[in-house]
């Protein structure tokens, strides 16, 4: 079996190699090239992206490098552009730049599809960024895409029913727990939040909150930690509740989940900065009802946050433009007149620049009651953590938190347990595509 790896030290540099397909990009001494190149060259650059309007983005870098266009495809995303742009990329025929989603890079890195950018990336570029959000396109030291987008996580809760109940907001998980307690002594017709076992993001987020290191890579061998003690403390408490029935275990997203948010059944909800929107199209008649708060803490001596959601901006390998690919991921995701833009359409910027820009200076109709919303997010945000590395088999790991977890919650099982199963699960994957594993 040929042995595959994301990440072989050498020296400073990073090799990126997928042994399996014979082409790496590797330089002299097995350090990744330099991006090569006159980044201000002419160019024509098409770029695979699924964001919403993100045109608009794109006609402003138009109209001001009339000499370096850039050629929007709207895609789809998740595994379906993944597939395609590996596909892509074998054929010879991938876009210069690819909007990737930040769990799906270890597999688009170690098929060798993403150029390292660590040479073209500057001090200014760099510091535009909160340190746990650089991270997060960062693997042993070299980066492989700007991020775009984040999705810190916060707790969303509806400030008139608390009001109208006496409960304060939770501070602390523990206080989270003994509120889902009252919410059910007080009103049985009500429930603080749901745990829907059928989103391993929204999982994964709450895991890195608590500390998790689910992947780390050392030597290249991986190290994998899907059942470490944070993230089984964090499915405990989950499962604590849930099997106790002080909070529901159903899914989000359902047209039952709707009507709860809507009917006030249910009165939080532990979301992304994102979710406003999202409450915008569920509860249209809740407009100044919900207001939002860091997620409780662990301990009340910290503040952390995990992510749920986000993407990057990426170079892929087989581009002859990758000088001007480079710049214009750049451009995207640190200037100021393109933060604006990528504010105003929806996204949540993960420069911090992006987070502070004009157009965020009124907060979402629904969160009305909140005029410094966006204050507080860009707050959370700078608190918010992920883990050391995605693994190359995010995919198989997800794919097995949904497929047990929702059982375990029917059955009224360990929660805790499968942590273990899908341990098992993604270790025996990573072996069977042959990774290295420690």
Do not use: H
Not at 75 to 90: I, M, P, Y
Not at 368 to 391: E, L, N, V
Not at 429 to 435: N, P, V
Request: hydrophobic fraction near 40%.
């Amino acid at each position: 079996m040929r042995r595959r790896s994301l990440l072989a030290a050498s020296s400073a540099a990073m090799l990126l190699a997928a042994c399996g397909n014979g082409d790496d990009e590797g330089g002299e001494n097995g350090a990744a090239p330099a991006i090569e190149g006159d980044e201000n060259a002419p160019a024509n650059l098409v770029f695979w992206a699924w964001a919403e309007n993100i045109q608009q983005v794109v006609d402003l870098w138009n109209t001001k490098n009339p000499t370096q266009k850039v050629q929007l495809s709207g895609q789809a995303a998740s595994d379906e552009l993944v597939s395609k742009f590996l596909t892509a990329v074998k054929a010879g025929n991938a876009p210069d730049v690819v909007q990737a989603e930040y769990q799906a890079l270890p597999t688009l890195i170690t098929n060798n599809a993403l150029a390292d950018l660590t040479s073209a990336i500057d001090d200014r570029t760099r510091s535009a960024f909160p340190e746990g959000t650089w991270n997060l396109t960062s693997f042993g030291g070299a980066t492989y895409g700007i991020p775009q987008d984040v999705g810190p996580m916060m707790l969303f809760y509806r400030e008139d029913i608390f009001t109208e109940m006496g409960f304060s907001v939770p501070k602390t998980w523990e206080e989270f727990g003994v509120l889902a307690k009252a919410v059910r002594q007080k009103d049985p017709k009500k429930y603080l939040t749901t745990f829907s076992p059928g989103d391993a993001g929204w999982l994964s987020g709450f895991a890195q909150q608590a500390g998790a290191k689910w992947w780390s890579n050392t030597d290249d061998a991986w190290t994998v930690a899907v059942n470490d003690e944070a993230t089984k403390r964090m499915l405990s408490f989950w499962g604590g509740l849930v099997n106790s029935g002080d909070l529901l275990g159903d899914p989000m997203y359902t047209p039952q989940w709707n009507s709860q948010m809507s009917d006030g059944t249910i009165i939080a909800w532990p979301s992304a900065v994102w979710g406003a929107g999202v409450l915008t199209g569920v509860t249209p008649g809740l407009k100044g009802k919900w207001k939002a708060a860091p997620m409780p803490q662990w301990s009340a001596s910290e503040q952390f946050t995990g992510f749920w959601g986000g993407s990057s901006t990426a170079v892929s390998t087989s581009s002859s433009q990758k000088a001007q690919a480079a710049k214009f991921a750049k451009w995207l995701n640190s200037d100021p007149e393109a933060l604006a833009a990528l504010a105003k359409i929806g996204l949540y910027p993960a420069a911090s620049a992006g987070q502070t820009a004009e157009v965020l200076g009124n907060p979402p109709e629904i969160m009305s009651a909140q005029p410094d919303y966006y204050t507080t997010a860009a707050a959370i945000a700078k608190t918010a953590r992920g883990f050391d590395s995605w693994g190359p088999n995010t995919n198989v790991t997800y794919g097995a938190f949904e497929d047990l977890l929702p059982t375990a919650v029917k059955n009224k099982t360990d929660f805790t347990a499968v942590a273990d199963q899908v341990q098992n699960t993604s270790l025996e994957d990573l072996k069977k595509q042959g990774y290295q594993v420690a």
